[in-house]
Nanobody, 123 residues
Framework: VQLQASGGGFVQPGGSLRLSCAAS????????MRWYRQAPGTQRELVAA???????NYADSVKGRFTISRDNAKRTVYLQMNSLKPEDTAVYYC??????????????????WGQGTQVTVSS
């Protein structure tokens, strides 16, 4: 099971970026999917989360500016980031609660992480 994140980059304040994170592997089910971020010298923080049914929650710092969504058929979660601010600069990580079956046909629950994608907001 792998999560592959993409879409980071450099943008000026007020700009927009869209992050994507696709899950691959032999997966039975994906429950909650999340985006975290970590700026230098700080702890990783939860930015947004979405359930398999599409219920979303956001950190107060991004409410009204960021939108999390998912495409269950594509096993992909997105983060649309608008009105970006310099304080949004961080490495963004995707996370997913995954259920798969191992070689013994036993169910395994995995808290999977993507590799991180850098978002830099600066003039």
């Amino acid at each position: 099971v792998q999560l592959q994140a993409s879409g980071g980059g450099f943008v000026q304040p007020g700009g927009s970026l869209r992050l994507s994170c696709a899950a691959s592997g032999i997966i039975s089910r994906i429950d909650a999917m999340r985006w975290y971020r970590q700026a230098p010298g700080t702890q990783r923080e939860l930015v947004a989360a979405i359930t398999s049914g599409g219920v979303a929650n956001y950190a107060d710092s991004v409410k009204g500016r960021f939108t999390i969504s998912r495409d269950n058929a594509k096993r992909t979660v997105y983060l649309q980031m608008n009105s970006l601010k310099p304080e949004d600069t961080a490495v963004y990580y995707c996370n997913a609660e995954v259920l798969y079956y191992n070689s013994d046909d036993a169910p395994v629950a995995l808290n999977a992480w993507g590799q991180g994608t850098q978002v830099t907001v600066s003039s």
